[in-house]
C-alpha cells in the first residue's frame, strides 16, 4: 500500500461527525439563563462542576458527554426562544408588566428527608443542591416577624435558640459574620455547611450508627472533598488547568515504579547523643497534608526553561545539584536521605527550602544549582478556601468532640492529595505536580520544626515522614500541646542511655 493509500484509509476510518457546540460564553449564557448551576448540570451529565466550569472557559468533552452536553446546549436555546417569543407576545398583548414566574428549576423532591442546611430539620425538598424547606413556616432557622416597639413597655426577649448540630458555630450572639465569596463577602448564615449537611445525612440514613455513618463518609470522601473544592473556588480569579499535559519527569518509568519526582521524605536518626541518661518525646505533628495545602501551586500547564534561575512567580519542579549538608549530626538534610550523589529532580517546597536556609538569615550550606525547571504561574493561595474550611470542620469536631466528622474531614485532605496523582478514584483533576508539591511541603514543614526545635536549645533526634519529630528537652516551651494544626501531641515517650560515659544512639525502631 502506497503513502497515499494509507492516508486514505485513515481518513476513511476517521470519524469526523463531531457535533459541534456553541462557544464557551455562549455555554455559560446558556445554563444561567435558565437559573441552573454547574453542580446540577454535573450531576446530570455524571461529571464533576470544576469539568462543566472547564468546558465553560473553552475546553470541549469528547464522546458520549460531548453529544450528551451539546443535546443539553440545544435544548436550552430553544427553551430560552420559546419563553423569549412568549414574553413578547404577551407584551404585544397586554400593557400590564409581566411579572416574572420564579422556576422550580433548581428545586427537587427529596425521596428521603435530610437536614435542612438553614435549620438542620428533617426537609423534603433541596434548592440547587441543597436541603431545605421550602416554606418559611416549617423551617426553625427562619426569622420571626418583626415585633411592634412598644412605648410603654418593651416586648420580653425569648432565649436564643440554640444552633442545630450541622451547624455547630463559634459565631458570637449579635452581629454579623462574614465570609469571603470571590471579592465580595457574605454573611456566613448564607454560605452552606457541606460538611456539616454530609455528616447529619449520613447519620440519619444509618439511624445513628456512628460506625457505619463514618465508613459511609469515608468511601465518599473524595467526591466531597472535590465538590468543596468547587464551592470553595466560586468566584476566584484564577482558573486552573485540571487534566493538563505532564513532562516524562512526571509518568512512571515503569508499570509499578514510580516517576522521576524526589519528595525530599525524612527519614532522620542523631547518629549519637552526649553522654547520659535522655527522656525521649516523640511528638505527632497535628494535620500535617491540611496544613501543607499552604503551599506554591503552579496554576496552567507546565512550561520548560533553562539555566541557573529561580523565578518566586513560578512554580514546579526544578533538576538541581542539591548542595553538601555539613549538619547531618544535629540537623536532617532538607533533601532528606538520598545516598547517590548528582543532579536531581525536586519540588517548588524542597528548593525554596534550599534557598531560605543557603541565605544570609541562616547560612546552612550553598545555594543549589538550577540547570532546568518544568513551571507555571503559581499562587500559594489556591487552595486556601478548601483548606481553612477543613481546618474549621476539624476544629469544631474536635471541640464537639464529634469524631464522626473528625474521620471525615481527615479522609477528605489525605485523600484529595493521595488522588492527585495516576488514580482511578479521583478523574475530575488530574495533577501529578501538585500531589508531589504538596507532599514536599508537608515534609519541608516538618523540617521546619526540627529546625526550631534545635534553635531552642532542644536535642533533635528524630525526624520521620510528614509528622513525627522526637525530641529531647523542655519541649512544652516550644510547641504548644493540643490536637490544633499549630498544636502537637505526644506520640511516645522513651528513654536512651544508662550512664554518664555510655555513647547513646537512638534506636531504629523507636516510635
Known sequence: MSNFQAVDALLASASSDRTPL???????????????????????????????????????PSGEV??????????????????????????????????????????????????CVLC???????????????????????????VPAQPEKAAPRTAPRQPAPARTSGRAASGVKVVPVGRRVQAASDTPDLIGSAVAAALAEHSGDVEAATAALIKRAIP?????????????????????????????????????VWEARPKWSRPELPAGEHEITALDINGAYLSALKTHLPLGQLEHSTGNHHDRRRAGLHLITP?????????????????????????EPTLRLLLRVSGPKY???DP???????????????????????????????????????????????????????????????????????????????????????DEGLLVVRAMGTDELHVAGDWHAVFPEGRGVTEVKVKDTYTVGTGPNTANRPPEGAS
Open 224 to 260: 466531597d472533598a472535590m465538590a468543596l473544592l468547587d464551592h470553595t473556588r466560586k468566584g476566584g480569579r484564577y482558573d486552573v488547568v485540571a487534566h493538563p499535559w505532564l513532562p516524562d519527569i512526571l509518568r512512571k518509568q515503569t508499570a509499578r515504579g514510580a516517576d522521576q
Open 120 to 146: 438542620g430539620q428533617p426537609a423534603r425538598h433541596q434548592v440547587e443542591g441543597f436541603p431545605q424547606h421550602l416554606n418559611p413556616a416549617e423551617c426553625t432557622a427562619a426569622a420571626p416577624a418583626p
Open 66 to 115: 460531548r453529544e450528551a452536553y451539546a443535546y443539553f446546549l440545544d435544548g436550552a436555546r430553544t427553551k430560552l426562544d420559546a419563553t423569549t417569543a412568549a414574553a413578547a407576545a404577551i407584551e404585544a398583548t397586554d400593557d400590564k408588566p409581566a411579572e416574572a414566574e420564579q422556576t422550580a428549576d433548581d428545586t427537587d423532591a427529596l425521596a428521603v428527608a435530610q437536614p
Open 22 to 60: 456553541p462557544p464557551a460564553q455562549e455555554r455559560r449564557l446558556l445554563r444561567e439563563g435558565l437559573n441552573l448551576t454547574r453542580a446540577q448540570l454535573a450531576q446530570a451529565l455524571k461529571v464533576s462542576p470544576s469539568t462543566v466550569g472547564g468546558w465553560e472557559s473553552g475546553r470541549d
Open 323 to 347: 548542595p553538601a549538608w555539613d549538619h547531618e549530626t544535629v540537623l536532617p538534610n532538607p533533601v532528606g536521605n538520598r545516598d547517590e550523589p548528582g543532579p536531581l529532580w525536586v519540588t
Open 368 to 454: 543549589p544549582e538550577i540547570h532546568e525547571s518544568w513551571t507555571s504561574g503559581a499562587t500559594e493561595g489556591l487552595l486556601e478556601k478548601f483548606r481553612i474550611a477543613l481546618k474549621d470542620a476539624r476544629d469544631r469536631a474536635i471541640a464537639d468532640g464529634d469524631e464522626v466528622t473528625l474521620e471525615y474531614v481527615k479522609a477528605m485532605y489525605s485523600k484529595f492529595v493521595s488522588t492527585l496523582g495516576e488514580s482511578n478514584y479521583n478523574r475530575e483533576l488530574y495533577r501529578t505536580d501538585w500531589m508531589h508539591l504538596i507532599r514536599s511541603q508537608a515534609f519541608a514543614n516538618l523540617w521546619w520544626k526540627a529546625h526550631r526545635a534545635y
Open 363 to 365: 547560612g546552612l550550606c
